[in-house]
């Protein structure tokens, strides 16, 4: 038998269908058998590996265990979601962002601008490929015909391929998933509009920042990336391709997890079920919870969403007129608290999450924050909730209250380290404390 310190620990597999071998249902089953009294399930983030996972897994619940009695860890299994949440490299604006941010770069400073190199251009192309494999064939062809040419005909032919490479125009996506689909759709609805959205694409981003995210980045209020052409417009197409899609597997194994996994359990007598997701993985474990399904003696307890990277409006049942939450029937299901942490400290939910949501560059001075229309949840912590279903948590105090969602800002402990960067700062001693928290409530 496997094990994470001193609890028992086993392995969900699933890959990018969210399919699991039926064996390990049964295996899950078997360990909750013996008197475990605590299922708890984690969820790793987008381009994590498994040994990325199983070092985040074994942290975080060492952490945790420090505050929770002996004979309780004892008695609660862990398992660790793995899903082919597959790397690549990280977007070319995303790593100016973060030298600028370090201070390695000036903001604005004049600098020589050009197209991508023919060597990075043909791995952007591998890696893509290495991705997907041949459900990539048709994107490759068309991102190469606009690298070699942008006029209205390649980046038409550029759009309507990647709209059916993501498949996210029939039915069955999630609200989220519909408006992603609907942006690529729209701008390649004729030709012209589609060259347009790639030309747009050409250049680097601009953010003016003149709120807190600039503040919390130790950015200037103006800054750009230096690669610009259309190399560089079918590179950041195919970085925005990999996201909705990412973004998309990421709630279909939580839907997995939910159907194939929890309502299959059935366990003999009582055991709280606690949901832990970090980054995509967020995503993964709210779409489970989101699942009505008859779960049995496998009650929902809780729900920690460590730096989400999905909309801030994702709980939301209405965050404007006819829009819903993705995931809008979580709230007031746990028996115990939701807990999640947010900070603007986190680069990747705070900026380049807000920047791979949105197919134009039409950067708004309040890029990524509350009131940015895609900005994440790891940001800002959820919105349009009602006020009598959230409670601001202390910094410093963790005390989270059952039946509410519990925000923490976490500009303290979620930060930049020299080994580490902010987003990824999820498995601390502080974030530990948090967890045993939730599970103590």
Known sequence: MLTLGPSPFIWLDFDKNGVIEPGVVSDLKTLLSSDMTDLVIMSHGWKNTKDDAQALYGALWEHACQH??????????????????????????????????????AAGAAAEVSDLDEAKWNDILAEFRAAFGPDSDGVVAAAEDVASGLSSTTAFNLLKEGSSFLQLDGTGADPELAIDGEGIAQAGSEPSTAQDAIAGLASPPVLNLTND??????????????????????????????????????????????????????????????????SFGARLVTAAANENLDLGKLSLFSLTLLQGAYSHNGLAGEFAPGLVGAFPHVVGKTRGPIAITHTHNDLACTLAYALASRL?????????????????????????????????????????????????LADGYVVKTADVDAHNNVANPTVGRLLSAVLNA
């Open 68 to 105: 929770l009695e002996a004979q309780r860890t004892k008695k609660t299994v862990v398992a660790g979601i793995s899903w082919p949440a597959k790397a690549y490299r990280t977007d070319f604006d995303a790593e100016t962002l973060v030298a600028s941010s370090s201070g390695t770069q």
């Open 213 to 278: 995210v600039a503040s919390a980045q130790s950015l200037a209020t103006t800054l750009s990336g230096l690669i610009n052409g259309p190399r560089a417009a079918a590179a950041r197409f195919l970085n925005q391709l990999t996201y909705y899609t990412m973004k998309k597997r990421a709630g279909v194994v939580g839907v997995a997890l939910a159907q194939s996994v929890l309502a299959k359990i059935k366990p003999a007598s009582h055991v709280n079920l606690h949901l832990v997701g970090h």
């Open 360 to 408: 134009s560059r039409d950067m708004t001075q309040g890029i990524g924050d509350k009131d940015d229309k895609f900005g994440a949840m790891g940001a800002n912590g959820p919105q349009h909730l009602g006020t009598d279903q959230v409670i601001t948590g202390s910094t410093t105090e963790f005390k989270p209250v059952r039946g509410k969602v519990n925000t923490f």
